[in-house]
């Protein structure tokens, strides 16, 4: 059954005790941080206690991966969200950090069997990133953190379909 984007994800929370973690960037921590929140609180509207939500920070979007494997390979931890900010400079180093932050952590996932969500944002300008990070009631239009929570508990709910998948 295709399940619509834009579905609460707590009409699809199909499993009790889910443990998710979070690592989020310190780096514009206005905006990565609001996104953890915003995931946080659907996480807890799809039923998930709030002892089962761990947050770890890093200095910057590079850095999420190594920290996100670490946490997707502890026994209990059911799926890793990744929240960061690149904005594009002057100079290149905006590509090189988010190319180093989408291959690692699609590497650490792929390595881990677990989920590990990407939430992390590229854009040209503070302005853009705002409108992606934040909530409509918070001056935003995209709310990624929501849509990462979303997607996480689908990933799950996908990975229990494919573990027996003519059941």
């Known amino acids: 059954m295709a399940q619509d984007l834009n579905r609460p994800a707590s009409e699809s929370l199909s499993r009790p ?3 998710i973690a979070c ?3 310190e780096f514009h921590l206005e905006l990565t941080g609001a996104m953890m929140e915003s995931a ?3 996480l807890l509207r799809a039923g998930m206690a709030e002892d089962d939500f ?5 200095p910057g979007a590079f850095e999420l991966p190594l920290v996100a494997r670490r946490l997707a390979c502890h026994q209990d931890v059911d799926a890793v969200l990744c929240f960061g900010l690149v904005i594009t400079g002057e100079t290149k180093h905006d590509h090189w950090v988010s190319m180093g932050a989408t291959e690692g952590i699609l590497l650490a996932s792929l390595e ?9 944002l590229t854009t040209n300008n503070v302005e853009q990133a705002r409108t992606r990070a934040l909530a409509p009631q918070d001056g935003g239009v ?3 953190g929501r849509e990462v929570a979303a997607a996480a508990i689908k990933t799950l709910d996908a990975l229990d379909q494919a573990a027996n998948p003519f059941a």
């Open 17 to 19: 005790g889910l443990k």
């Open 142 to 144: 995209q709310d990624k």
């Open 54 to 58: 761990a947050v770890v920070k890093v």
């Open 23 to 25: 690592v989020v960037s």
């Open 40 to 42: 946080r609180a659907e």
């Open 112 to 120: 881990t069997d677990k989920p590990i969500l990407f939430g992390v």
